[in-house]
T-cell receptor, first 112, second 113 residues
Framework: DQQVKQNSPSLSVQEGRISILNCDYT??????FLWYKKYPAEGPTFLIS?????DKNEDGRFTVFLNKSAKHLSLHIVPSQPGDSAVYFC???????????FGAGTTVTVRA | EAQVTQNPRYLITVTGKKLTVTCSQN?????MSWYRQDPGLGLRQIYY?????VTDKGDVPEGYKVSRKEKRNFPLILESPSPNQTSLYFC?????WGVGEQFFGPGTRLTVL
């Protein structure tokens, strides 16, 4: 049973607008969360992360929000650019669990 | 250039024919891991290694073996491949568990007939 869920397989957004990607998790022991971005024929690349002691982390156009009580996190991309078109994976881990659990991914398409 | 390399990038084989996918990193990372990516399931961890000679199972280890005899290399071995192991495989490494993000290789597309 997947412990990290991305319920939206795809998202289409106009260039310049905001992209919001959502991720839910079920394991209350998770305390570190990451977002990875993947282009076709390449490996995933790290985008941004957040520790459970925070509720927000920002890096340029990318902001991740964490709601621990709801076991929910989201990634905001503002403004969206054509180069942001990719598959985005949410991932989570626990301090004493040396494994990383991934969601199924959300394909983002940024329209010109 | 800091990188994780995998070979081969593409492989078509037949059921039962043993194969090895190599993985090498040049960043002196201690933590290495193997994942498989399947449609609708995302990436699932197969095995990981905290350091040389220290390996452990991930979420889907059945049918796979690994070894970590040197820090830089972490080969994935399929002793008797089956069609349900047809997948896209990624190797990844990080400085240490919990220290920095994981760097991924370019992937190996495996088809087992």
């Amino acid at each position: 049973d997947q412990q990290v869920k991305q319920n939206s397989p795809s998202l289409s957004v106009q260039e310049g607008r905001i992209s919001i990607l959502n991720c839910d998790y079920t394991n209350s022991m998770f305390d570190y969360f990451l977002w990875y971005k993947k282009y076709p024929a390449e490996g995933p690349t790290f985008l941004i992360s957040i520790s459970s002691i925070k509720d927000k982390n920002e890096d340029g156009r990318f902001t991740v929000f964490l709601n621990k009580s709801a076991k929910h996190l989201s990634l905001h991309i503002v403004p969206s650019q054509p180069g942001d078109s990719a598959v985005y994976f949410c991932a989570a881990s626990g301090t004493n669990d040396y494994k990383l659990s991934f969601g199924a991914g959300t394909t983002v398409t940024v329209r010109a | 250039e800091a990188q994780v390399t995998q070979n081969p990038r593409y492989l078509i084989t037949v059921t039962g024919k043993k194969l090895t996918v190599t993985c090498s990193q040049n960043m002196n990372h201690e933590y290495m891991s193997w994942y498989r990516q399947d449609p609708g399931l995302g990436l699932r961890q197969i095995y990981y290694s905290m350091n040389v000679e220290v390996t452990d199972k991930g979420d889907v280890p059945e049918g796979y073996k690994v070894s970590r005899k040197e820090k830089r290399n972490f080969p994935l071995i399929l002793e008797s491949p089956s069609p349900n192991q047809t997948s896209l495989y990624f190797c990844a490494s990080s400085l240490n568990w919990g220290v920095g993000e994981q760097f991924f290789g370019p992937g190996t597309r495996l088809t087992v007939l």
